[in-house]
Each structure stands twice: as C-alpha cells, then as structure tokens.
C-alpha cells in the first residue's frame, strides 16, 4: 500500500510538473506595429492613432497612453480587455496639450500567458489657439427656447420648434498666417440650449487652432461632397458622420440641416398636434459656403469667440418673402423630388450666416 501511495504521488507530481512546464512554454510577446503618427509627429490637437497587435496564443489586453514627458502625468490613457490573436486600431484621439513641447506615447500589450510588450514614439505637442464659435438661437430678436409658442411670421398661426441642427465643415480662419487648409466637421445640435438660461448664452462649437491674425471665417455649410459620397459606416464612431440618424439612404447623402417642431395650422388649441414640420436639407445642392466677416486674433492658450445669431422669425421670412409653411407639401421634406424646397431653404441659412 505504501508502495502504490509513493507511486500515485510520483505520477501526480509528474503530471503538475508537465502542467506547469506547458503554461510556461511560451514565452513570445505580442508584437506591436505603429502605423500611425509616426515618431515626432506634430499634432495640434488631433492624434490620428493606428496600429495592429499579433499574439501567437491569444491576447488578454493593451494600454493606450499619451504621456507629459515634464512630469508623467498622463493626458490620455485607456485600457481594453481584448481576445483572438490579432488586433487593429484606427481612432483619432483629440489631446489637449498644455504646452509646445514633446510627448510620449505608449503603446502596450499583455498576452493570455501575462507575456508583455510596449512600443512608443514621440508627439511634437502643440499648444493650440482656440476658436469658439458662438451661435445663439433667436426669434424676433429675442432667445428662442424650444417648445415655446411663437407665431409664425405673415401667416400668423401658432407653432413651435423642437431641433435646430447642422452641419458644418472645414472651419478656416482667412488671412496670410492661415494658407493650409483646415479639415473638420461638427454636427451642432443648437435645440440643446434649450431653456432660458442657455439660449440666452448660445451654443458653442469650440476647434484647435494655430496662431495668428484672420479676416474673416469661412466655413461649409453641410457636409463636403467628396465626404457626402461616402456613409455612416465608413467612419469610426467618435466622428459626427457616423451617425446613421443623420443620412439619407434614398437620397445617398447625409442631411446637412434639420428644422423641426409643430405647427398650429388650423388654430384649434386642441389639436396644435396635428401638423409636424420636418424641414431637412441635404444633397451636395444644398451645400453652401459661408463667411463670416469678423476679424481677430488667435492666441496660443487663449480662446477667441466669434458670435452668431440665428434669428429664426428672419429665415421662415426673408428678404419680403414667407417660406409657406401652411402649404401641405412645404412642412416635410424626405423626397429628392423636394429639391427646389430644399435649395431654398438652404439658400435662406445660408443667408443668414453670411450676414452677421
């Protein structure tokens, strides 16, 4: 019995041992390739960030950091457990660096087996100016709140707004410090200062920028055609045109602007319900290019503020002309047969931005 005892612990020993053995056999860690930025490269703000990760056995997590080389203190850092045996990563992080100066960033990665790699490359961090863009809600000079009543201009009936929305491209200070051109795009959701207090202070769209003395503002209204050809699921979630509530598949284009609310049509107080207005524009006819007229100066660390005001009783009546809202076929657009409604209601926005 003794025998078989000291033989049954020399085979469970024998067992554990190999067990062991095999969970340390590898011994590779993951291997790490930066596609994208490249070591030194400059960024304003916006870090495009792309690499791949490949493990023999399986991974189990990485770590995304960007680092202030002054005191290392972190300015971005995520974690993400992950599986499979490759990985790919494609964002654009938007890092707010508190100085000109040189950062690190870091990439690691650890393995089911707790193997670990890191790869890492400097940014060439730079201190950004800031323009904000201001743009305040009104109606008959007064703040617009959504859900509030308010008459119609010329036709007099009862109606109110529940979205002010659109998009905007390719924001660019003008002047002889500003010759690159300049790639963004925000979707601004204007009905979110929605209550007294922040209609009253507006809304605001705030991008990096470089140094120096503008002119003037130039802007798209709408999405770029180029970019308008394409569609939600070619872009990565944190972009404003990733966003399949925003595009028209029958029309294969995004909708650069949304007026939306309810109107009072026959002034029944009863069934103020019964028309819903649905003015969306889009389809590279209705892009338009805007400027605003304002000068100023940008300063590295400094915020400049343009202000717009968007008076609405001025777009629905504009110029001695009332966009009829009472016509049955004028209130909703979402037919590409719509397009003369559509090219005047973007010519009317339009009109509005560039007369500040």
């Not at 990760?53 to 995304?64: K, R």
């Not at 290392?72 to 654009?92: F, H, M, P, R, T």
């Not at 690159?180 to 979110?192: K, M």
């Not at 207090?197 to 507006?202: K, N, Q, R, Y």
Request: net charge negative.
């Amino acid at each position: 019995m003794k025998n078989k005892t000291i033989l049954f612990s020399l085979f469970g020993f024998a067992f554990l041992f190999l067990t062991v053995s095999c969970d340390k056999d590898d011994t590779t860690a993951p291997v790490i390739t930066i596609l994208s930025p490249t070591n030194n490269f400059e960024s304003f703000g916006d870090l495009p960030i792309m690499f791949n990760i490949t493990e023999n056995e399986g991974l189990d997590n990485y770590e995304l950091k960007v680092v202030d080389l002054s005191d290392g203190s972190n300015l971005y850092i995520e974690n993400e457990q992950v599986s499979g045996k490759n990985l790919a990563v494609d964002k654009v992080l938007n890092i707010d660096f508190p100085r000109t100066d040189n950062y690190e960033l870091i990439i690691s990665a650890t393995d089911i087996n707790n193997n670990f790699s890191t790869e890492t490359l400097i940014i060439s961090g730079k201190a950004t100016a800031k323009l904000a863009l201001n743009i305040k809600l009104q109606y008959d000079g007064e703040p617009m709140i959504v859900f509030n009543e308010y008459t119609y201009p010329e036709l007099d009936f009862t109606f109110f707004l529940t979205r002010v929305s659109m998009y905007i491209s390719n924001v660019q200070p003008v002047g002889s410090d500003f010759s690159e051109p300049i790639e963004n795009i925000g979707l601004l959701r204007l009905e979110e200062a929605h209550d007294e207090a922040s209609a009253a202070l507006g809304y605001t769209y705030i991008l990096p920028m470089a140094e120096g003395n503008f002119e003037s503002i130039q802007f798209g209204l709408g999405v770029p055609p180029e970019q308008n050809a394409m569609r939600p699921a070619d872009f990565p979630i944190e972009n404003p045109l990733s966003k399949s509530g925003e595009y028209w598949d029958s029309w294969s284009s995004y909708i650069f602007t949304k007026i939306e609310g309810k109107a009072d049509i026959n002034g029944d107080p009863n069934d103020f319900s019964e028309e819903l207005i649905a003015l969306h524009m889009g389809g590279n006819e209705a892009f338009r290019a805007i400027t605003l007229n304002q000068s100023g100066t940008l300063t590295e660390g400094q915020t400049t503020t343009i202000e717009i005001v968007l008076d609405m009783k001025d777009f629905f009546f504009q110029n001695g002309e009332v966009y009829d809202l009472a016509e049955d076929g004028n209130r909703q657009i979402h037919s590409i047969l719509q397009m003369d409604l559509v090219t005047d209601l973007s010519d009317r926005f339009a009109y509005l931005l560039n007369n500040q």
